[in-house]
C-alpha cells in the first residue's frame, strides 16, 4: 500500500534557528510531491510543489529518491511559519486518482 | 473571483438526523474531493469524483453518501450510520492529481 509518513506529530524551533520538516513515501518510481500548509484558521494551502522547484516563503524540499523522503528546509524559521505542515505525494505512475496525505506535523516557532 | 466554497462554516447536528454540507467550485475542475480532519489524524478521504455523475469511495465511506449531478457541486451527507461524525471537513477540487488540490475554508461538523 501507498503509504506517507511524517514522523514529528510536533516540532518547535525558536525563530532564526533551520527547521526541518520530515517526509517518507513508499511509492516506487517517481511520484510527484507536494507541501501543503494550514495557519491558524486558514484554508489549507499549496505551499511547494516539487516539480516547480519553487522555493515558497523561503521553504524549500529536496526529493531524495534513494531515501524516498521529501523533507520541508527552512534556514531561518519566522514566528509567521508557525502551522500545520502536510506532505502529499501523488504516485504518477501508479494509476492513482488522488493524493495520499501525512499525518501532518504541527510548527511552532518560539520568539 | 475563482474558488471553491463551502457552506456552512459551522453546523451543529442532533443525534439521528441526516446532515448535507455543501461544496461549490467555479475552477472548471472535474475532479472533486471530501476530507475529513481529526486532530492527530491528518486528512482522511471520505469520497472523491473524477467526473459528474460518477464517484468513489475514499478510505472512510461508510455512514456518508455524495451525488455529482454537476460539475460545480459535490455535496456531503452525513448520515445518522456515522458513528463519530464530530469533525472538520474539507473539500478540495483539481484538474488533475498530479496539480495538486485546491481546498475549500472547511465545515466544522458537531453532534449535540
Known amino acids: 500500500a501507498q503509504r506517507v509518513t511524517q514522523p514529528e506529530k510536533l516540532l518547535s524551533v525558536f525563530k532564526g534557528a533551520p527547521v526541518e520538516l520530515k517526509c517518507n513515501y513508499s511509492?516506487?518510481?517517481?511520484?510527484?510531491l507536494f507541501w501543503y500548509v494550514q495557519y491558524s484558521r486558514q484554508r489549507l494551502q499549496l505551499l511547494l510543489r516539487?516539480?516547480s522547484r519553487e522555493s515558497i516563503k523561503g521553504f524549500t524540499a529536496d526529493l531524495n529518491k534513494g531515501e524516498t523522503s521529501f523533507h520541508l528546509k527552512k534556514p531561518f524559521a519566522q514566528e509567521e511559519d508557525s502551522a500545520m505542515y502536510y506532505c502529499a505525494p501523488y504516485p504518477v505512475q501508479g494509476g492513482s486518482e488522488k493524493l495520499v496525505f501525512g499525518k501532518g506535523t504541527k510548527l511552532t516557532v518560539n520568539p | 473571483d475563482g474558488g471553491i466554497t463551502q457552506s456552512p462554516k459551522y453546523l451543529f447536528r442532533k443525534e439521528g438526523q441526516n446532515v448535507t454540507l455543501s461544496c461549490e467550485q467555479n475552477?472548471?475542475?472535474?475532479?472533486m474531493y471530501w476530507y475529513r480532519q481529526d486532530p492527530g489524524q491528518g486528512l482522511r478521504l471520505i469520497y472523491y469524483s473524477q467526473i459528474v455523475n460518477d464517484f468513489q469511495k475514499g478510505d472512510i465511506a461508510e455512514g456518508y453518501s455524495v451525488s455529482r449531478e454537476k460539475k460545480e457541486s459535490f455535496p456531503l451527507t452525513v448520515t445518522s450510520a456515522q458513528k463519530n461524525p464530530t469533525a472538520f471537513y474539507l473539500c478540495?477540487?483539481?484538474?488533475?492529481?498530479?496539480?495538486?488540490?485546491?481546498f475549500g475554508s472547511g465545515t466544522r461538523l458537531t453532534v449535540v
Open positions: 478540495a477540487s483539481s484538474p488533475d492529481s498530479s496539480y495538486g488540490y485546491t
Open positions: 475552477l472548471n475542475h472535474d475532479a
Open positions: 516539487h516539480i
Open positions: 511509492y516506487s518510481g517517481s511520484p510527484e
